[in-house]
């Protein structure tokens, strides 16, 4: 038999999902500062630099109206010459940055991988070259590849390599090799530091198996360690390129791109374009042909890596 109180209809509760509800909003708050910050300090300016990219914006014409002009500013950036030109000098000024840096970070960390008296005082000391202020590291490198004073026509005057004094940092030929030499100088340390913590976190029984198989170091070195520092080598060789890719104030500071844009790279280019010929569609069409090429790069960096995941 059926009683009485079931068939008092009782009220239908929402507190279930009201509570639902509260949760989600509460996690989105909490979303909510990050989402602003992409928002206002990356998205905006990214998608205003594009919009410009679609307009002949001018010191000229900013303030009285500019047009709309299509893909014009992308062929008038393609074709450019001295743009061209910068896309070279990037490629060898990031391929060579990157190789050198590379190598000697990879030396250095395998030497300090060891145990030996003085080695935190050494290695702090190497750090030093990072830590100084790319404005000071610049002006310094300047004045070592000087013409007349400077350190290394001397040392190598006095080792009769050359015979007379070679002007480093104003010669067509050399002028871009000489900001080259003082990035590899400014980004050891750095490389230095993320492959020493990569080798310190390999395992060491490996190498004791090693050891005990009779394997000598080379073979150690190429089997073992370069295999397992794969993914340390994959995310700084990444941010290698992001880096050295957008370089800008060595290359200010030494050469101002010159001479006749032989050290002329793609954000330099942008900055002239953009603040000394105030031509502002132009700077914001290199820079987003730029970024273009790096999320290329990024894409196929997380395609290798997703790969090794998978393997």
């Given at each position: ?194 492959l020493l913590a990569g080798l310190q976190s390999l395992p060491t029984d490996i190498y004791e198996a090693a050891r005990v198989d009779g394997a000598s170091k080379w073979r150690q070195f190429f089997a073992i360690t370069l295999p397992l520092l794969k993914p340390t080598l994959f995310i700084l060789v990444m941010l290698g390129i992001i880096y050295t890719f957008k370089v800008f ?63």
């Amino acid at each position: 038999m059926e009683s009485p109180l079931s068939a008092v209809k009782r009220p239908r509760s929402f507190k279930p999902k009201k509570r639902l509800q509260k949760d989600v909003v509460g996690k989105y708050m909490f979303v909510l500062p990050g989402l602003l910050f992409l928002a206002v300090f990356m998205l905006f300016p990214i998608g205003y630099n594009v919009y410009l990219t679609f307009h002949n914006v001018t010191v000229f014409n900013i303030m009285s109206g500019y047009e709309f002009t299509w893909l014009d500013n992308y062929k008038a950036v393609l074709t450019d010459t001295v743009f061209l030109q910068s896309v070279k000098n990037s490629i060898v000024f990031t391929t060579l940055c990157l190789l050198f840096q590379f190598v000697i970070g990879l030396a250095l960390a395998l030497f300090f991988n060891k145990t030996f008296p003085g080695r935190g005082l050494f290695r702090a000391l190497l750090l030093m070259a990072w830590m100084i202020p790319l404005v000071i590291t610049g002006t310094l490198f300047q004045w070592m590849f000087a013409g007349e004073y400077g350190i290394i026509n001397h040392f190598l005057l006095w080792a009769n390599i050359i015979e007379e004094p070679i002007y480093w940092v104003s010669n067509e030929q050399t002028a871009l090799y000489s900001t080259i030499i003082a990035n590899i100088w400014i980004g050891i340390p750095f490389n230095m530091v993320i492959l020493l913590a990569g080798l310190q976190s390999l395992p060491t029984d490996i190498y004791e198996a090693a050891r005990v198989d009779g394997a000598s170091k080379w073979r150690q070195f190429f089997a073992i360690t370069l295999p397992l520092l794969k993914p340390t080598l994959f995310i700084l060789v990444m941010l290698g390129i992001i880096y050295t890719f957008k370089v800008f104030d060595i290359i200010l500071i030494m050469t101002k791109g010159g001479p006749l844009y032989a050290s002329t790279v793609m954000p330099f280019y942008a900055y002239e374009q953009a603040f000394i010929n105030y031509n502002f569609s132009i700077g914001a069409t290199i820079t987003t042909v730029m970024l273009a090429l790096l999320i290329v790069v990024s894409l196929i960096y997380l395609r290798i890596a997703r790969k090794e995941d998978e393997a």
